[in-house]
């Protein structure tokens, strides 16, 4: 009987492990968890940051300057990856762009370069970029590609001579800008967007934005979300 207790009270303190070794196994756990939460979401901000850079993004219409095909707080998705330009897409461009440009150019004459790395304009965008400088997008379409000549006259479009058939908009159509001539050839890389509501935007027929590089398209508006009673493509 005696032997069998010992035995007994051997293989229970065998089992048995000292509190602060459960602690610390206890404390281990909490750490990994921690740490596979931090490292989950690290992942997810990531993707999530990398798809709306080059996959898709959510825009909201601020202004008139499309209606009426856009209102005014519409909600669009905006698809990048692979767009190629053509004529009568909605497109979403950076307004700044041509400014922000010239800045960086001066700025890399003053520190004796012919141009800013990638890195240094991201760095001066994100923390030091002038605040009339940062990104400021519009809702415009295109009208004309590279190499295309538009003109506007008689209060009419006219592509490469051709009278522009715009179903999007029946009123008319003439110039903003007195500095802005037509007929005028479309430059490589660029696209001449212009506004639906005529009367009523600043688009590539004032010299403040004119033509538009493809580098400030920001994508295409494929998909209008918001309101609710008027989700559907956008053309």
């Not at 490589?188 to 009523?200: H, I, K, L, S, W």
């Amino acid at each position: 009987m005696d032997n069998y207790e010992n035995n007994n009270k051997i293989q229970n303190s065998e089992n048995e492990q000292p509190e602060s070794a459960v602690q610390a196994s206890t404390g281990k756990m909490v750490i990994k968890e921690i740490w596979e939460w931090v490292y989950t979401i690290v992942i997810a901000i990531a993707i999530a940051f990398l798809i709306k850079a080059f996959v898709f993004d959510v825009v909201k219409v601020d202004g008139s300057s499309m209606f009426p095909t856009l209102e005014n707080n519409d909600r669009l998705i905006v698809t990048k990856l692979g767009y190629e330009p053509n004529a009568g897409d909605i497109i979403i461009l950076d307004s700044r762009y041509k400014e922000r440009e010239e800045y960086f150019d001066k700025l890399a004459l003053t520190q004796g370069k012919d141009e800013l790395s990638k890195i240094d304009k991201l760095m001066k965008t994100t923390f030091s970029m002038p605040e009339d400088l940062k990104k400021r997008f519009y809702v415009k379409r295109i009208i004309a590609l590279p190499g295309q000549t538009i003109d506007i006259r008689d209060g009419k479009v006219f592509v490469d001579g051709n009278q522009l058939d715009e179903e999007y908009y029946h009123g008319v159509t003439t110039g903003i800008d007195p500095r802005q001539e037509f007929p005028q050839t479309v430059g490589e890389n660029m696209v001449f967007v212009m506004g639906d509501n005529r009367p009523n935007s600043k688009d590539s027929r004032s010299t403040e934005l004119g033509q538009v590089p493809y580098e400030a398209i920001l994508g295409k508006s494929q998909l209008r979300i918001w309101p609710l009673n008027k989700i559907g493509t956008t053309k």
